[in-house]
């Protein structure tokens, strides 16, 4: 086994700034993976992961100081470049994007002392958190303080069936899941399980209300409700999901096997008609 050289390491930078919570989680996870498969050593700025999860550090004074001189390798997906960026190419202010490397190119000829930029959500990405998920999972257990509040705020609920519907962006991406494929899902899977729903339109549960949704109050105020929406999530005997990494994320940690769901959105080809089926994680 390889020992870490720590006067060198790999880190990312963006880490919180780069996406929501699903995105920043595949971010950690991804870098972290990486070094660790190659011996290096790794550092992170903070970042509300710190703040949820048990087995997460964030930068020492001396990391902090070394990891903003690092040199950036951006990797190929091209979600990870800039809105400033694209908007520079298109209109011929750049010759170019950012040079890039693919994560697979990054596995074959490995870096250290290095900063990664990207979104770490393609296909290589998804086959080594497959291969490592033993290990990832225990990189995202809940702290005590959270798990114990929530588990006994929930201690009276027959286990339930999560659903996560997520509008906002997706809806102005056009990659929104129609309401009634969660519907019929639900009906379908439910077999008199309580419905718990986790959605950013407050109007969402009048939308279930013939299941008579599981409403909870979030019993730690200082830490956001999404956190909470998602330990409900990850609890779930059977979670469907929208395509987001948010529940993507919840079915691999809770190692459910009824996960119902489209392809993560940004995978969905030209044409891609969603559907909510069993997916393998």
């Given at each position: 086994?390889?020992?870490?050289?720590?006067?060198?390491?790999?880190?990312?930078?963006?880490?919180?700034?780069?996406?929501?919570?699903?995105?920043?989680?595949?971010?950690?996870?991804?870098?972290?993976?990486?070094?660790?498969?190659?011996?290096?050593?790794?550092?992170?700025?903070?970042?509300?992961?710190?703040?949820?999860?048990?087995?997460?550090?964030?930068?020492?004074?001396?990391?902090?100081?070394?990891?903003?001189?690092?040199?950036?390798?951006?990797?190929?997906?091209?979600?990870?470049?800039?809105?400033?960026?694209?908007?520079?190419?298109?209109?011929?202010?750049?010759p170019s994007?950012?040079?890039?490397?693919?994560?697979?190119?990054?596995?074959?000829?490995?870096?250290?002392?290095?900063?990664?930029?990207?979104?770490?959500?393609?296909?290589?990405?998804?086959?080594?958190?497959?291969?490592?998920?033993?290990?990832?999972?225990?990189?995202?257990?809940?702290?005590?303080?959270?798990?114990?509040?929530?588990?006994?705020?929930?201690?009276?609920?027959?286990?339930?069936?999560?659903?996560?519907?997520?509008?906002?962006?997706?809806?102005?991406?056009?990659?929104?899941?129609?309401?009634?494929?969660?519907?019929?899902?639900?009906?379908?899977?439910?077999?008199?399980?309580?419905?718990?729903?986790?959605?950013?339109?407050?109007?969402?549960?009048?939308?279930?209300?013939?299941?008579?949704?599981?409403?909870?109050?979030?019993?730690?105020?200082?830490?956001?409700?999404?956190?909470?929406?998602?330990?409900?999530?990850?609890?779930?005997?059977?979670?469907?999901?929208?395509?987001?990494?948010?529940?993507?994320?919840?079915?691999?940690?809770?190692?459910?096997?009824?996960?119902?769901?489209?392809l993560l959105?940004?995978?969905?080809?030209?044409?891609?008609?969603?559907?909510?089926?069993?997916?393998?994680?």
């Amino acid at each position: 086994m390889m020992v870490p050289d720590f006067s060198f390491m790999i880190t990312f930078r963006s880490l919180g700034q780069l996406g929501r919570f699903g995105n920043q989680l595949f971010q950690y996870a991804g870098t972290r993976l990486y070094a660790e498969t190659h011996g290096f050593a790794h550092a992170f700025p903070t970042w509300i992961g710190a703040q949820v999860f048990n087995n997460i550090a964030t930068y020492t004074l001396t990391e902090q100081l070394l990891a903003s001189i690092l040199p950036t390798i951006q990797l190929d997906d091209i979600q990870s470049y800039g809105v400033k960026q694209k908007i520079a190419f298109a209109l011929g202010l750049s010759p170019s994007l950012p040079y890039t490397v693919s994560l697979s190119s990054l596995y074959a000829h490995p870096r250290d002392h290095k900063n990664l930029f990207g979104y770490l959500q393609d296909h290589k990405s998804l086959s080594l958190l497959a291969q490592h998920k033993e290990k990832v999972r225990t990189w995202f257990s809940f702290h005590d303080k959270i798990s114990s509040a929530y588990t006994k705020a929930t201690r009276n609920l027959s286990p339930w069936i999560g659903v996560h519907v997520r509008r906002g962006d997706l809806v102005k991406r056009g990659v929104t899941v129609p309401l009634h494929s969660f519907l019929e899902k639900l009906d379908s899977v439910r077999n008199g399980r309580p419905v718990f729903v986790a959605s950013d339109d407050p109007n969402m549960h009048s939308e279930f209300a013939h299941c008579d949704p599981i409403r909870i109050r979030n019993p730690l105020p200082e830490v956001p409700r999404e956190i909470f929406d998602f330990w409900m999530l990850t609890q779930s005997r059977a979670i469907i999901g929208c395509g987001s990494t948010f529940s993507w994320w919840a079915a691999y940690i809770s190692g459910t096997q009824e996960y119902y769901a489209p392809l993560l959105t940004h995978l969905w080809p030209a044409g891609y008609i969603p559907v909510l089926e069993q997916q393998s994680i």
